[in-house]
């Protein structure tokens, strides 16, 4: 009964650390500002675009399409900013383009 226990508990203890995991937000901190990818998603038609949320400073942006081989990112309102030299949009493509 001890052993059935135990295996039980390991199960569990292994499942909350698995799905605690894949909430986990990506942070770096950048110029002084806490930059953190809160939500990201790789487009299946065109590899080098991303679908990401992302928190600066505790402020959450809403969902924004990061173009890395472009450079820039498309606004929810169509708006095209360019990336900055060391903000947002060059992290997402520095870290997740390896």
């Keep these: 009964m001890l052993k059935i226990i135990m295996i039980f508990g390991l199960i569990v203890t292994n499942w909350t650390i698995m799905t605690s995991s894949a909430k986990a937000e990506f ?33 959450t942006r809403p969902i924004e399409i990061y173009n890395c081989r472009q450079g820039h990112r498309i606004t929810q309102e169509g708006e095209i900013i360019p990336f900055k030299s060391d903000g947002v949009g060059k992290l997402i493509c520095r870290v997740l383009n390896k």
Aim: aromatic share 10%; charged share 30%; proline share 0%.
């Design 27 to 59: 942070c770096r901190q950048i110029n002084g500002q806490q930059i953190c990818i809160t939500k990201i998603k790789r487009s299946a038609k065109n590899y080098w675009e991303y679908r990401a949320a992302v928190k600066i400073d505790q402020e």
